[in-house]
């Protein structure tokens, strides 16, 4: 992969960190926790209505979740237009390096929690992320 693969790539793992943030943050009102609710259900698998999203401390963690998620989102969005440049390899570890321990420690308190079915889409999720970014570009080896 080239280097300008590996900017466009930073943005494709940014919009897939961030897509989860807004969810997150509607997930604090009643009124608009419906995806939120819905997709913990589906990651809580089986679908069964459980866990409810009703609780003010599932609210309250559903906030803080998504404006890390956010902040995250746009701090690699950012490295792909100041700073990549300058040091692609290391952004490119960078990015590396923290999804595989965000990955990591979700899946490892994911399996701890009994919602082992996340540990799982966490794989999909790390593949997005990295994606080509795995390996150096080509103008980099």
Partial sequence: MSREI?????????????????????GTMPGTNELARWGL??????????????????????ALTGGFLVGWAVTVWCLSLWVYDQSPEGVRKSLVTGACSWFILDSLGSIT????????FNILVLIIIVGPMWRAAEEDR
């Fill in 41 to 62: 259900d589906v990651l809580a698998w089986p679908v069964d209505g459980f866990p409810s999203y009703e609780s003010r401390e599932i609210w309250f963690l559903s």
């Fill in 113 to 120: 929690s009994g919602n082992s079915v996340n540990a799982m």
């Fill in 6 to 26: 590996h900017k466009i790539w930073l943005k494709v793992s940014a919009i897939t960190i961030g897509f989860f943030g807004p969810v997150l943050f509607f």
